[in-house]
């Protein structure tokens, strides 16, 4: 199984600020037939289900602000919030979908300072 | 409208069983693999079982293998999953989600409690 491990644990940034979660995969991601990596990151605020942010760890969903953006390659990602907002105060998670079981990462909890 | 909608939660014995569905409408539900993932109160989400968009694909982790099945009928735009044997670890909120690379339409849960 891919294990999925993310830093920090937690972060409190100041309004208008960066924000920068990492995530690490315990074996590369990266899909072969379309030479893009299997990597999502998710927002999730209290009482709501997940909502997909990233996926193939750069590209944006539609309707997400572009202050959110994903980097990275292989086995090392990142998401950037490049000027945090209030209504961004929430647990983030990153998921590789490259194989199954399609594992999580533990959760970022981000606050305002 | 793009949309999940989960059913079946509930409070049920160690032991026991319970049968969750998912109804999806707004989108060509036979195109798409789909996945149920768990929450437990407080902690992370653990991705539980998929099945591949016709149905002949599926995929579970170790913790519910042998114990869960899931199934789709697409001519009914549902997805299911039938839980047996269920432990107090089960306990969790129940999430469909439709994968397209990411999984980017969810449920919005459905709660199960195992509990004597």
């Known amino acids: 199984d891919i294990v999925m491990t993310q830093s920090p644990d937690s972060l409190a940034v100041s309004l208008g600020e960066r924000a920068t979660i990492n995530c690490k995969s315990s074996?590369?991601?990266?899909?072969?037939?379309?030479?893009?990596?299997?990597l999502a990151w998710y927002q999730q605020k209290p009482g709501q289900p997940p909502k997909l942010l990233i996926h193939w760890a750069s590209t944006r969903e539609s309707g997400v602000p572009d202050r959110f953006s994903g980097s990275g390659s292989g086995t090392d990602f990142t998401l950037t919030i490049s000027s945090l907002q209030a209504e961004d105060v929430a647990v983030y998670y990153c998921?590789?979908?490259?194989?199954?079981?399609?594992?999580f990462g533990p959760g970022t909890k981000v606050d305002i300072k | 409208e793009v949309q999940l909608l989960e059913s079946g939660g509930g409070l049920v014995q160690p032991g026991g069983s319970l049968r969750l569905s998912c109804a999806a409408s707004?989108?060509?539900?036979?195109?798409?693999?789909v996945s149920w993932v768990r929450q437990a109160p407080g902690k992370g989400l653990e991705w539980v079982s998929a099945?591949?968009?016709?149905?002949?694909?599926?995929y579970y982790a170790d913790s519910v293998k042998g114990r869960f099945t899931i199934s789709r009928d697409n001519s009914k735009n549902t997805l299911y999953l039938q839980m047996n044997a269920l432990r107090a670890e089960d306990t969790a909120v129940y999430y469909c989600a439709k994968r397209d690379g990411g999984f980017n339409i969810w449920g919005q849960g459905t709660m199960v409690t195992v509990s004597s």
């Open positions: 099945v591949s968009s016709g149905g002949g694909g599926t």
């Open positions: 707004g989108f060509m539900f036979s195109n798409y693999a």
């Open positions: 074996q590369s991601v990266l899909y072969s037939s379309n030479n893009k990596n299997s």
């Open positions: 998921q590789q979908y490259y194989s199954t079981p399609f594992t």
